[in-house]
């Protein structure tokens, strides 16, 4: 797509309107990089609208005059989605409204620029929990987590966000804005629109709001970190945990000893869980909405696991602060890692039954295309997903490590497959991943996901860049 001509900036800057757009260079700096500094963009034109109706003003310019967009919310996507290459860069920052709460029908309302951990909070001022929980929950918006279908470490209890949202309002790529913010749990009037634009990665329109499903507060929750020999052993007690709580496992995520060593080092304030140094690792988290119902069937839980010989050691979290030591060392991981010089990331999922087979072949594959190489698998194992990352050998040739990354990538990947896996099964496809999936997904999925976007932006002004 061409750059935007002056006539086409002048009336997106009156579009705008005061305050809401900048051409200043240093002002838009920091929106052009991101958490990884994987990506480096560039764009004319940041606009920073705080309405519905200001939004759809814009988007009716763009198309009018053939511009592109990038939409932006928290800048934490770690797939380059939401970084403009040329584009003008849409800000939902300044939509900063919670619309409603409606505990009656465990509702409510927000606008997109609402961070993730405040739309917790306004839930929990009313009684009840939005559940959708991530390490980057202080600065993603709702409008990102929409839009990336994002999961997080309660996926296993409560679904993704496509499981979380009840309605949704937004600009359509021809300006018009889709009124969809239902707060029903039941609509059977044909095609779910709200499913297209969730996971869309800001290529079908501009959310603006969403309506979100609460639950109640669980009135008793427990945290573990245990020590396994195995994945295979991890796998067993997810299975064993489930069934003994009739759904009360929140969380239940695997680390590998190499990603704790990584966090020790590397995380000030990080403290070893357990005395001992197993290979593996779990951090269960039980709930339940009876008092003191957690604690308990977390120490039967255990109590069991360690005469079958499951669990090798566990630490149960006696206060808050243990708990969050112990979250610590899980959500550290991946920072952990930058000091080792950072390395191939793969976001990957499996069916549940079968990672530990899939960890021990991809190890095994990546470790004879590169002696030495690091192996730090971590994630939310409960759902099937973990962040499978290779690391360069200690001591070894970074740069030329970096540069393999591709081929390295491609055997993880080509195994995901043939496990009937995903290539991304949280941070979405962006700028990273796109031409990458095209060797996974059939030609009918790519097929019918071009007709669906030619059908509702015909002129492919929606994030360009991104997916098919
Ligand atoms: C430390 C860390 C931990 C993370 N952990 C997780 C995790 O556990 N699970 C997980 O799923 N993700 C995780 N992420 C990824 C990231 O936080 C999510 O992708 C998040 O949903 C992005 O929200 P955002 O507001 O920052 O969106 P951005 O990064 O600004 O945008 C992401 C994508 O959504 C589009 N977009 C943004 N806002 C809108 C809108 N209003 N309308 C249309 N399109 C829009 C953008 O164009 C882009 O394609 C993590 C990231 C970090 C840095």
Excluded at 206 to 232: E, H, N, Q, W, Y
Excluded at 270 to 280: G, H, K, V
Excluded at 382 to 397: I, K, R
């Amino acid at each position: 797509m061409t750059p935007p001509s002056a006539v086409a900036i002048a009336a997106l800057k009156s579009a705008a309107g005061v305050g809401c757009w900048t051409d200043d260079p240093a002002e838009i700096a920091p929106w052009l990089t991101e958490w990884r500094n994987r990506w480096q963009g560039h764009t004319p034109l940041m606009l920073t609208p705080h309405s519905t109706e200001q939004i759809a003003r814009i988007v009716r310019v763009c198309a009018e005059h053939r511009v592109a967009i990038t939409p932006q919310g928290g800048d934490t996507g770690l797939v380059g989605g939401q970084i403009p290459y040329g584009e003008v860069l849409l800000s939902t920052r300044k939509l900063r409204a919670v619309r409603d709460v409606t505990p009656l029908d465990d509702a409510m309302t927000v606008e997109a620029g609402v961070s993730l951990l405040e739309a917790q909070q306004a839930a929990a001022g009313a009684g009840r929990l939005f559940p959708l929980s991530l390490a980057a929950e202080g600065t993603a918006t709702i409008g990102g987590v929409v839009s990336t279908n994002a999961g997080g470490t309660a996926v296993l209890r409560y679904g993704m966000m496509r499981d979380l949202v009840l309605g949704l309002e937004a600009v359509l790529p021809n300006g018009e804005v889709f009124h969809g913010l239902k707060r029903l749990r039941k609509d059977n009037t044909g095609y779910d629109l709200k499913q297209l634009l969730i996971g869309a990665e800001g290529t079908l329109g501009i959310v603006t709001a969403a309506t979100l499903k609460l639950f109640p507060v669980m009135r008793s929750r427990a945290t573990a970190v245990v020590g396994l020999d195995s994945a295979a052993a991890a796998i067993d007690l997810l299975a064993r945990a489930k069934a003994e709580t009739g759904g009360g496992v929140e969380a239940f995520e695997l680390m590998k000893r190499i990603g704790m060593e990584f966090v020790l080092k590397h995380i000030p304030g990080a403290r070893e869980p357990l005395d001992s140094t197993p290979p593996w690792y779990a951090l269960v988290e039980l709930v339940s909405g009876e008092p003191g119902a957690a604690e308990a069937g977390l120490e039967r839980l255990l109590a069991g696991a360690f005469d079958s010989g499951l669990i090798t050691d566990a630490a149960i979290a006696q206060n808050e602060a243990q708990r969050a030591a112990f979250w610590k060392v899980r959500e550290e991981q991946s920072a952990a890692q930058k000091p080792e010089g950072g390395g191939w990331k793969h976001d990957v999922s499996v069916p549940v039954s079968r990672i530990a087979e899939f960890l021990e072949e991809a190890t095994t594959a990546v470790e004879r295309f590169c002696p030495g190489a690091r192996v730090s698998a971590f994630g939310h194992v409960g759902d099937g997903n973990m962040h499978y990352d290779v690391l360069c050998p200690a001591g070894g040739d970074r740069p030329a490590f970096l540069a393999r990354w591709a081929e390295g990538s491609r055997i993880v990947h080509d195994i995901v497959a043939r496990y009937d896996g995903s290539i991304s099964a949280e941070h979405g496809l962006g700028r990273l991943k796109t031409e990458e999936a095209r060797r996974y997904k059939s030609p009918v999925e790519i097929a019918t996901m071009q007709a669906v976007r030619a059908a509702l932006d015909p002129l492919r002004i929606m994030n360009p860049g991104v997916l098919f």
